[in-house]
DNA sequence: TTGAAAGCGCTAACAA
DNA sequence: TTGTTAGCGCTTTCAA
């Protein structure tokens, strides 16, 4: 196996060169015959020798490591988003360090301090509610996932990627109208998700252009974003006397909670009313009825953070990227009525 | 913010110390009067002053970090279990690392190299595929999820946590009597699940002891764990005209996609035939009818394997611990019939 | 093309 | 109680 003990002198001498020159056949840099090459290679091989990893972060000033904060790794959203991104990162013999902040500011800050304290080459975090201007002080490549960067971005050390979510809102309104919606109501999905409103806002706006307004009595904030919340918020809504005749959620947690909040009372998904939830999770296709939703990619949105985060680390963006990952609609029956089941 | 420039010896120079004195003092190292800690604290503060984690793990031989080899983080009960995890470790100072391997035993072994690389201070490794006997070779505190350790262990670098797996057997073994299963059938999780033996055999056991024998052309072996992995199997088992009234499914992935194969040929459930399923992930309550399972507690399993990692760290373990974590069944729809609706 | 040596920031052994 | 200093293993000047 590895033997974490054989370091460069050993491999040095056993190739019978300087540690130099292991080291520059190791990171191919400045010249060597190949003679000198194969001599080392072969003594790298049959002493198992593994770079010491930190005293070489120690000497670069910074660990082949990059952060990755999210408010929760067990959100299918989140995990699934870093299969792929630790794939790329992986790949380019970069590792990863996770952290989870649970919302909490206060954790957000201590993990920074935490990567810091390593340097790590680079930072991902999602769903972030630092200030963005906090990136560019910290002078550590920054990627963003869901947050809006201000217009003109923050220069070379910070970008971000999210899904396009004002296709997500536009979608969501022009299924709901052709299902004949005229009284549609929002869930929003408002702690720790910055993007929520972008999505409100688009869906309002396509809703208008359709000829069908959305009443700001009908746009609910539930407290979180989970099962729980969906149903008590739904519940409440017809407890109330709301009069409506579509759902938009803006998670699928908070989607199948209303499904099970009508169903409870007797409301007949989708033919008295239809809903639209968010993100295509795996429960989805197990709503009664399977529900439809706006499916994002997390996967695509992994493998495009790693890929940019590649980028900056190598210096090779004069600017950040910011990138919008496109959205689609997954039909399903909760919004199976007129048009739509044509 | 944190200035990552500042060194023990500028905070030596501010506080009018030595640099071993401030190190003696980040480290509750060695003696130093209240006066001077007051004074170096004091310059640590003002100066945002933020140790090197990589010359501290050069000068240690060490990381204060954990390595994390799971198959698939995007697996619900892994991500769960790396929240608990992660707080348990990141409460003591320890940040993780993690990779994916896919069930690749090449992969597995790349990521083992470079956690040795990164001379990391302790693994944990879910349903690994290596040989445990690796993990003494490798001499760094080792802890494995979901994996059979040999009798009488490994010497003080190796533990072991995993669910109790001979309950879940039996537990699902009772539940099928109980709801009057005659010819149980079992879809089991081979592919790089070490323990789906263990419970296959408890789950035989168990009803024969309750009279009820396990005929070997019942247990079948998917060739994944997954949805339709599920529902191919079940649907070949009823196209070959086998006969069952009751199935043990090792996942609930594998459950829910009998479920789907069974309502497709009008079996009903559980009338004509009972379905247990095991892990309750978020999906089981929404199965067709809603799922009846062996729930496992990942949070459990990740918080007392942080317990561990840190005792074999801190070398206070003389053996490793082995550790059984209780699971229980969660009774559903998919079992209600006979005793069971009572 | 190669080697010698400095030094990254820290901790710990030894001295005072 | 505190300070001086060697050295962890590596990369990278500078010299040859």
Redesign the interface.
């Known amino acids: ?2 033997d ?1 003990r054989v370091t460069v002198r050993e491999v040095a001498r056993a190739a019978g060169v300087s540690v130099a020159t292991v080291s520059r056949v190791i990171n191919h840099n400045g010249r060597f015959s190949a003679q000198t090459e194969a001599r080392v290679r072969e003594a790298i091989e049959r002493l198992h020798y ?6 070489r ?2 000497r670069q000033q910074r ?1 082949d ?1 990059v952060g990755v904060i999210v408010p ?3 959100n ?1 959203f989140f ?2 988003m ?2 792929t991104l ?2 790329g990162l ?1 790949a380019a013999g970069l ?6 902040t649970n919302h909490d500011p206060d954790m957000e800050r201590q993990c ?3 990567l ?4 790590v080459s680079g930072i991902v975090s999602a769903n972030s509610l630092e200030d963005v201007r ?1 990136a560019v ?2 002078d550590v490549p920054t990627l963003y996932i869901d947050r809006e960067v201000p217009e003109g971005g923050l220069g070379p050390n910070v970008s971000s990627v999210m899904s396009d979510n004002v296709a997500s809102g536009r979608l969501a309104a022009r299924e709901l109208a052709r299902s004949g919606c005229a009284r549609p109501m929002v869930l929003t999905a408002t702690a720790g998700f910055p993007v929520t409103e972008v999505r409100t806002r688009s869906f309002a706006q396509e809703l208008a252009r359709l000829g069908v307004p959305l009443d700001k009595k009908r746009v609910i904030h539930p407290p979180a974003t989970d099962f729980p919340s969906g149903h008590d918020a739904v519940a409440a809504a017809l407890d109330a006397g709301l009069d409506f005749d579509g759902v938009f959620a803006q998670t699928d947690r908070l989607a ?1 909670g209303a499904l099970e909040a009508l169903h409870e009372r007797g409301v007949r998904v989708p033919e008295d009313v239809a809903v639209v939830g968010h993100d295509d999770i ?2 989805a296709r ?3 009825p399977p529900l439809t939703t706006i499916a994002q990619d997390p996967e695509r949105i992994g493998s495009l953070a790693a890929q940019i985060m590649l980028q900056m680390i190598a210096g090779e963006l004069e600017q950040g990227r910011h990138e919008l990952v496109p959205v689609r609609l997954v039909r399903r029956e909760s919004t199976m009525r007129g048009q739509n089941v044509a």
């Open positions: 196996m590895t974490s593994q770079p010491n990893q930190l005293a972060g120690l660990a490591a929760n790794i067990s299918e995990s699934r870093i299969v630790q794939a992986f590792s990863i360090v996770i952290y989870n920074h301090a935490s810091a304290a390593q340097r906090a002080r910290r199948m795996l429960l197990f709503g009664r």
